[in-house]
């Protein structure tokens, strides 16, 4: 069984940085594609940060350049470095497991998410 917590996020003033973490179990990170996925409030669920078992990784758009996905294999934890935090980045953050990744437009999320954790921006 999955099982992925997520920790690391707060409130933090526009141009603040925070780190969050997801610790799995169930499953080996470095053997999956990772990724996180960000959910605003009135807004789906989008994929911000992808990680390949390989270490290649892809970011959306808007957070290219500020956000960094990374792992630690001992601790089967993935991280997302986020720099530069803009209001918009606002949401809370959820890590998954894919059942399939080559790129962004081909992600098919795993069944299992965590409780998530809340970023907030303030301006």
């Known amino acids: 069984q999955v099982q992925l917590v997520e920790s690391g996020g707060g409130l933090v003033q526009a141009g603040g940085s925070l780190r969050l973490s997801c610790a799995a179990s169930?499953?080996?990170?470095?053997?999956?594609?990772m990724g996180w996925y960000r959910q605003a409030p009135g807004k789906q669920r989008e994929l911000v940060a992808a990680?390949?078992?390989?270490?290649?990784?892809n970011y959306a758009d808007s957070v290219k350049g500020r956000f960094t996905i990374s792992r630690d294999n001992a601790k089967n934890t993935i991280y997302l470095q986020m720099n530069n935090l803009k209001p918009e980045d606002t949401a809370v953050y959820y890590c998954?497991?894919?059942?399939?990744?080559?790129?962004?437009?081909?992600?098919?999320?795993?069944?299992?998410w965590g409780q998530g954790t809340q970023v907030t921006v303030s301006s």
């Open positions: 998954n497991a894919f059942d399939y990744y080559s790129d962004f437009g081909s992600a098919i999320k795993g069944r299992s």
């Open positions: 169930g499953i080996i990170v470095s053997r999956k594609a």
């Open positions: 990680m390949t078992s390989g270490g290649t990784t």
